[in-house]
């Protein structure tokens, strides 16, 4: 494995850019090949890298041979062809098996974990991978499987800041966004739930806003528009709001906590009207409301986030991950 010791290689900081990829492209190997694990392998090749792939259904590879892959017959000889070794498999308990049939070719090298699963997994995961003698960096996918490659692509990388700094020009073939998080491996899959936690929250709010306007006949694709201008605008709320969770002050700038129960009452009113289910409009009507019975409905919307964790670990957690917050 060519990986420089810390001595002679600059850790990389969390959020920052790989460097570009170097002439002479390493071999890799990928381990998994739904969708998004033939996207990786594809991208690979496109990059110019020698690249071993296999699957438990074998004809999976059909395609990635065609394009110059090698089929490996086993796992173990899939981990021996390459020194970095992707794996991209459907659950976290999968990779546990790849583990355990590659183990014998896997000391010296890297094992890239870019499944789906909780920080505690990944850490899990890079402890058991340190014991077999081989490095782990663990990542998250924060793309589709059609759009990696692609320069605006991002991929989430935690784990030895040496082992990622030799190895960033390879995964550099999987989109132009390579962001670094840091040595802790389990912040990739923190990251990643916590942004689907936004985008399935947010898209619930889309779902049920439709509903609403549908009782009166009002196609999805009529209210569309309106509901992508309001999207555009509520972006903007984001980084105001982490500034004052991460300082602990609240001020109301745009509009208090009064203001905004007042508003949702009359959603839920609506929606109660027209038959419409109100249970997530409703639980929202209940942070305001208990945020404005301690005292602070005169505080901005980003005072809720009180109601999930405790002020100190809430404005801890954010001035603690606001380094990490750099995205590429």
Avoid at 86 to 108: E, F, K, N, S
Avoid at 228 to 237: P, Q, R, T
Wanted: negative net charge.
């Amino acid at each position: 494995m060519n990986t420089p010791s810390p001595a002679h290689a600059e850790p990389p900081r969390p959020g920052e850019q790989p460097p570009p990829g170097g002439a002479d492209p390493r071999p890799v190997t990928v381990i998994g090949l739904g969708l998004m694990g033939s996207a990786l392998a594809s991208a690979f090749l496109r990059a110019g890298h020698p690249t071993t792939v296999w699957n438990r259904s074998p004809q999976k590879a059909d395609p990635l041979v065609a394009s110059g892959a090698v089929r490996a017959a086993s796992v173990a000889d899939a981990v021996a062809a390459a020194p970095l070794v992707v794996v991209c498999v459907t659950r976290h308990d999968a990779v546990v098996d790849v583990l355990d049939a590659g183990r014998t070719a896997l000391p010296g090298r890297v094992l890239v974990n870019l499944t789906s699963g909780s920080s505690r997994e990944a850490r899990a995961l890079a402890d058991r991978v340190a014991a077999l003698g081989a490095h782990c960096l663990d990542g998250a996918i924060l793309t589709t499987p059609d759009a990696i490659g692609a320069p605006d692509a991002t991929v989430l990388y935690g784990g030895p800041d040496a082992v990622f700094r030799a190895h960033a020009p390879t995964l550099a073939a999987l989109g132009g966004g390579v962001t670094f998080l840091g040595a802790d491996p389990g912040i990739p899959s923190l990251y990643e739930v916590a942004l689907l936690d936004i985008m399935w929250t947010s898209l619930t709010g889309v779902l049920h806003a439709m509903a609403l306007v549908g009782t009166e006949g009002i196609a999805a694709t009529e209210f569309a528009p309106f509901a992508a201008m309001l999207y555009s605008g509520v972006g903007s709320f984001v980084p105001r709001y982490a500034r004052q969770i991460a300082d602990g002050a609240y001020p109301a700038d745009d509009s208090t906590l009064h203001t905004h129960l007042a508003g949702i009452r009359h959603l839920t009113e609506e929606s109660g009207d027209r038959a419409v289910e109100a249970r997530l409009p409703l639980y929202i009507q209940g942070l305001m409301e208990r945020a404005v019975a301690r005292g602070q409905g005169g505080d901005s919307f980003a005072r809720l986030v009180e109601q999930f964790a405790p002020p100190a670990q809430g404005a801890a957690s954010a001035a603690t991950s606001a380094p990490r917050s750099a995205s590429a």
